[in-house]
């Protein structure tokens, strides 16, 4: 799965824009205003130069939830067998593992 116009529907949350260049996914969500989101490929991301907590959520090759963690600034956070991560705001509550997520685009 790989488009530049893809977003994923988090249920609880609304649609997440997806990024997969490279400067994309390296600036993640530093800089970005309270309440942004958004889904990168891979199973592991960084909070280097956050200054927020995130919730981060793993989705595997079928796009189903299989586990979400605090993502604290300056940290790392790895999520085995999650083919995508989605970053959401702290405070947001993650979809439950085992939900399966719609993709547009």
């Known amino acids: 799965i790989r488009s530049r116009l893809m977003e994923f529907l988090v249920p609880g949350f609304g649609a997440v824009h997806a990024v997969t260049g490279f400067w994309q996914r ?3 969500l530093r800089g970005s205003p309270d309440g942004s989101a958004l889904a990168l490929p891979g199973g592991s991301v960084h909070g280097f ?3 927020r907590d995130l919730v981060v959520v ?12 605090v993502l604290a600034p300056n940290r790392i956070v790895t999520i085995p067998g999650a083919r995508w991560m989605i970053e959401l705001p702290a405070g ?3 979809p ?3 939900t399966r997520l719609i993709v547009h685009g």
Do not use: C, N, T
Request: charged residues 25%; negative net charge; aromatic residues 4%.
């Open 49 to 51: 130069g956050m200054d």
């Open 92 to 94: 947001a509550i993650p």
């Open 96 to 98: 439950p593992a085992g």
């Open 58 to 69: 793993g989705l595997d090759g079928d796009l189903e939830v299989i586990g979400s963690k």
């Open 26 to 28: 390296w600036r993640g």
